[in-house]
Nanobody, 119 residues
Framework: QVQLVESGGAEVQAGGSLRLSCAASGSIISRNVMGWYRQDPGKQRELVASITSGGTTTVADSVKGRFTISRDNAKNTVFLQMNSLKPEDTAVYFC?????????????WGQGTQVTVSS
């Protein structure tokens, strides 16, 4: 099992910045992918950004140039720096941890942290 604890969600005005953090603990596998997804009520959860343990990143087009994902492997922590926030960025943000390959693939989720961007 892997536990994910997120922090950093808040309410901010449009144009502002927030930094989300997610610390993983438990049965961590060194080769993994950690990332952030977000979900609005009634909508599907969507990928915001992810980063492999080797540092390769994937960033959604909707946040490219505004959001940056990074990680500290020594602390099993992933960060999401969010700049130039827009009201449409409002959502619950979930930290995600993926490791292994089929049939031993494992996926874990954090509890979510609310980000609200007011206009």
């Amino acid at each position: 099992q892997v536990q994910l604890v997120e922090s950093g969600g808040a309410e901010v005005q449009a144009g502002g910045s927030l930094r989300l953090s997610c610390a993983a603990s438990g049965s961590i596998i060194s080769r993994n992918v950690m990332g952030w997804y977000r979900q609005d009520p009634g909508k599907q959860r969507e990928l915001v950004a992810s980063i492999t343990s080797g540092g390769t990143t994937t960033v959604a087009d909707s946040v490219k140039g505004r959001f940056t994902i990074s990680r500290d492997n020594a602390k099993n922590t992933v960060f999401l720096q969010m700049n130039s926030l827009k009201p449409e960025d409002t959502a619950v943000y979930f930290c995600n941890y993926d490791a292994g390959t089929w049939p031993n693939f494992k996926r874990f989720w954090g509890q979510g942290t609310q980000v609200t961007v007011s206009s």
